[in-house]
């Protein structure tokens, strides 16, 4: 069993930043997949930033260029480095890990993004 714990979220402005971190309970590896997805109501999770089972990083569109997804095995741990926040990156992140062949999640952090 796994269990995620996410912290970072906040009210910020546009152009801010904010550094959201992930750390799970029980032993995560480097093969496992990480990552974060994010979700306002009424609309799909959508997947912002992922580690694959081969080490590489995916990115939504939306975020490239502006959002760092890293890890730390060590610490079971994965965070996301939010730059140029925009209000459209308003939602609640949820980090998520694959592992026994299904996802673990986290209860989520809002990120709240003022124009």
């Known amino acids: 069993q796994v269990q995620l714990v996410e912290s970072g979220g906040g009210l910020v402005q546009a152009g801010e930043s904010l550094r959201l971190s992930c750390a799970a309970s029980?032993?995560?590896?480097?093969?496992?997949?990480m990552g974060w997805y994010r979700q306002v109501p009424g609309k799909q999770r959508k997947l912002v930033a992922t580690f694959t089972s081969g080490g590489n990083t995916n990115y939504a569109d939306s975020v490239k260029g502006r959002f760092t997804i890293s890890r730390d095995n060590t610490k079971s741990a994965v965070y996301l480095q939010m730059n140029s926040l925009k209000p459209e990156d308003t939602a609640v992140y949820y980090c998520?890990?694959?592992?026994?062949?299904?996802?673990?999640w986290g209860p989520g952090t809002q990120v709240t993004v003022s124009s």
């Open positions: 998520y890990v694959w592992k026994d062949y299904r996802n673990y």
């Open positions: 029980g032993s995560i590896f480097s093969d496992n997949p």
